[in-house]
């Protein structure tokens, strides 16, 4: 786990001192080793931070070289099929000088130029100049578990990397788009390619890049499919399902550091904890992170009979409300995008907690988005079938007279859902309420944020344009695949575990168990009543009952309470100063409102005022 950056520029050299500085921006990535190549003939810089996790030897520093060819690689993650690309690479006649993936990578390349990707099953962000073509080919992983930005400037010069922090470093004139607040006051995070920099993108997951004479072309090269789904019985769902799970646990336990895992309790962490117990030699090593504000917000106690049914030496962290409301302004810096991920907060300190004794982690993300374990799921497709069995009219008809007798404002919300089709309703996990952010809106800037609402809605037209004939499940699931996942989760995961010089890996996003639940019946998924529901049979037997059946908690941050005591000044003081940069866009007074209504217990609004503390500090570390 490391974090790179390149600049290839077309005004010629590039300053070394300014690109060792962007290189060394987040050396939190890469603690053990940096490194740089420069070539004056081309234009080109190539830096690393590295975090040793195989083969750590000198040998495998980077940027890296093929000999053979002069192409340079740097290179963020990990391939943890290596071994198996590496043998049959051998097989062809190839050569190695170190045992990293590194340089498997390289030589795949070698061999089978760009399509060397589909032979990886890993996370990664990779960056390779081929010497022969002068070409720059950028790539990253099918999830998007790994980060990489880019910033194509006026004159053709690219600039890239592992974090937006480097590359602001190198473009000191960024400037803030405005306009992209309304995408994460929808969503709480922005989705798609955009940041909140003008200029700077995202390289999406499953997608490559080539660079070439001012000329960047970007082209996919893989995505999740629903459209193959085939009954071939329960019984092999759950079959294979677990082959493939336990397959994907085994193959991420290649490392030459020691391991762990992160452990809430919850049945997909638990699950991780159970299907490798017996395969390893000592103890597991786990971890917890909790708030000392009653059982809601405190996990721990699923976490240790998870702990004592199999062993494992476990350790906890109850993190105060002081350190996390003091972490805020340094989370927000981490982070580099706004993104209302409080959970992502606790992580840290768990992370910190854990790299004190292990260098690599497990944990369980992704599997709700994979197996369909949110309750919004259900009800979004108990709705699906009240729209399938009264028709579009008369769904509208019974939600207009539903809100017109007003019998509970719950039931006017579903009943506003009852009138639209799921492309309109449904807008992910973490949607935030239309009606309290438009009311925020100072009248200037509603009517400057058309451009950036066309591109968002465009962004999401396409995502369920791609699944219009699939059933309701599978559409949801590749919506939140591909933005509420890698665009909060997978962000949160990798800047929060990277903060503390950990590696954090995510089995259950494995690409072969994400295409597996992709083509099994959405009828397994959410079954009786039950989110996950096969991934809860598998599990039957080898986890306890009330861990596989328990409600699910997450990680659980109690801002609610926070606001009333410990973050009211703060957000007072935050919120309501003259010079607070959201007075740009939003009405002061509605914001006295907000934390007035939520401080007297009138209304919880602790998900908005969330929303503005980050949004604001996001603004000041960068208006």
């Not at 702990?307 to 350190?323: G, L």
């Not at 990680?555 to 919120?575: A, G, I, Q, V, W």
Request: charge should be negative; charged fraction near 25%; aromatic fraction near 12%.
């Amino acid at each position: 786990m490391c974090g790179i950056v390149g600049v290839k520029s077309n005004r010629g050299l590039v300053d070394k001192n300014l690109f060792e500085a962007m290189r060394d921006s987040f050396a939190y990535r890469g603690p053990d080793d940096a490194g740089s190549w420069f070539s004056e003939e081309h234009g080109l810089a190539l830096g690393h931070r590295r975090l040793s996790i195989i083969d750590p030897r000198p040998a495998g520093k980077q940027p890296m070289v093929d000999a053979a060819t002069g192409n340079q690689i740097i290179f963020n993650g990990e391939v943890y099929n290596y071994l198996e690309v590496r043998e049959t690479l051998k097989q062809q006649g190839i050569d190695f000088v170190t045992d990293t993936d590194t340089e498997v990578i390289l030589k795949a390349y070698r061999v089978y130029g760009r399509d060397c990707l589909s032979l990886f099953n890993g996370m990664f962000a990779i960056a390779i100049w081929d010497a022969a073509k002068q070409e720059l080919f950028l790539a990253r992983d099918r999830l998007g578990i790994k980060p990489l930005y880019y910033l194509q400037e006026s004159d053709g010069s690219l600039v890239f990397a592992s974090e937006v922090k480097a590359i602001k470093k190198y473009c000191d004139k960024l400037t803030v788009n405005l306009s992209a607040i309304d995408s994460y006051m929808s969503f709480g995070y922005l989705p798609g390619e955009e940041t909140m920099h003008h200029g700077i993108k995202r390289l999406q997951p499953g997608h490559s890049a080539l660079y070439k004479s001012g000329d960047l072309k970007i082209q996919p090269y893989w995505d999740v499919d629903f459209s193959a789904q085939e009954d071939r019985g329960f019984d092999f769902y759950l079959s294979e399902g677990k082959s493939l799970l336990l397959d994907s646990i085994n193959l991420r336990l290649r490392s030459d550091v020691p391991l762990g895992i992160f452990l809430s309790g919850g049945i997909d962490s638990s699950a991780v904890v159970g299907l490798l117990a017996d395969k390893v030699s000592e103890p597991l090593k786990t971890f917890s992170v909790a708030y000392d504000f009653g059982k809601q917000y405190n996990e721990t106690q699923y976490a240790r009979t998870v702990s004592e049914a199999f062993r494992t030496e476990h350790r906890e962290i109850f993190v105060k409300p002081e350190d996390f409301r003091d972490f805020v302004p340094e989370y927000v810096s981490l982070m580099d995008e706004p993104v209302t991920e409080a959970a992502a907060i606790s992580l840290y300190f768990v992370s910190k907690l854990a790299q004190d004794h292990v260098t690599v982690v497990l944990s369980g993300e992704g599997s709700d988005e994979i197996f369909g374990g949110y309750d919004l799921y259900r009800y979004m497709q108990a709705i699906e079938k009240a729209r399938s069995l009264l028709g579009a009219g008369l769904s509208s008809v019974a939600a207009s007279f539903i809100k017109t007798i007003n019998v509970h404002p719950k039931l006017n919300k579903y009943a506003t859902l009852l009138g639209m089709p799921l492309e309109q309703r449904y807008r992910g996990i973490s949607t935030y309420d239309s009606n309290t952010k438009s009311g925020l809106y100072l009248d200037s800037f509603n009517s400057s944020v058309a451009a950036d609402n066309a591109k968002a809605e465009a962004f999401i037209e396409g995502l369920f344009e791609k699944t219009k004939n699939r059933d309701a499940l599978s559409r949801m699931l590749y919506f939140d695949t591909k933005s509420w996942l890698v665009d909060d989760l997978l962000i949160k995961a990798d800047r929060m575990s990277m903060a503390a010089s950990l590696e954090l890996r995510v089995p259950f996003l494995d690409y072969r168990l994400v295409e597996f639940a992709a083509s099994m019946p959405s009828k397994y998924k959410v079954a009786n009543g039950q989110g996950k529901f096969i991934l809860k049979k598998m599990m039957e037997g080898l986890l306890p009952n009330e861990i596989i059946y328990r409600k699910k908690m997450g990680f659980p941050t109690p801002l609610c309470m926070m606001f009333k005591t410990t973050m009211r000044e703060y957000s007072n003081d935050r919120l309501l100063a003259a010079n607070a940069k959201i007075h740009q866009v939003f009405h002061s007074s509605v914001i006295e409102n907000i934390l007035s209504e939520h401080q007297k217990g009138r209304v919880d609004h602790h998900r908005m005022l969330w929303q503005l503390i980050v949004l604001e500090e996001w603004l000041q570390q960068n208006g």
